[in-house]
């Protein structure tokens, strides 16, 4: 029966633009409420993108014969995605279930697509001593992605007013001087009380929160485990690549 009723909906494909006039809208309100916040707009749009496929098509005839099938069936498709989406929700890891602004488009990303990974979190700054370490993290981030390692940096003007640019300026900086290609969020506060959940987060799950610009944080695979590096411990540090091996072995 699952499988006439699939190469029904497939060959009846060219009907649903006028089966149905409200069907668009049906299944716009069933995303709207099934799809989970944290997973932005891109989860929505690409579900809608999907359904619209479908519909942007001319009438054929059997129109008044399919309506009472195609509906149920978009309908129930959507729901299904919606359920799937939100289950990868679920199995987020708290410390990961953030999202954020990219650094170069500022569409929010979510930290859940990186769920069993091993994370590198780096408070950076355009104009500071420790800038140059840009270069080691890049080359860390090349050498282990493959492996499951991501490097991820939040632009921050806490400490010494060394990141004053707009995320255009940084976003540029980073590409130009040293070529980054591992993610790069908004501009963030990662100390204070106005520091971002996430910052929170791994302040408390360290017992220890940045002190000044590149300060490093090493997230294990499982999301819980969090390792605290100062600005000082450079991206070739042998106790660093040391504890991101331990991690990335797991």
Sequence with gaps: MSHLLIHSFADAAPTLQNASPRLESIVDRILA?????ELGAASTASARRSTRHVLDTRQAPGLTRLRFV???AAVLSAGLLAASLASAADSCPALLNHSFPSLQDQKPQSLCQ???KVLLVVNTASYCGFTSQY????????RLKDRGL???GFPSN???DQEPGSNKEIAEFCRLTYGVQFPMFAKATVIGKNASPLYAQLAKAAGDAPQWNFHKYLIDRSGTRVLSFGSRVKPDDRELVARIDEFLGK
């Design 158 to 160: 806490d400490f010494g």
């Design 33 to 37: 409420r099934s799809i989970p916040k």
């Design 150 to 152: 991501v490097v991820v």
């Design 135 to 142: 270069d080691g993290l890049e080359k860390l981030y090349a």
């Design 114 to 116: 990186w769920q069993g």
């Design 70 to 72: 195609l509906l149920p």
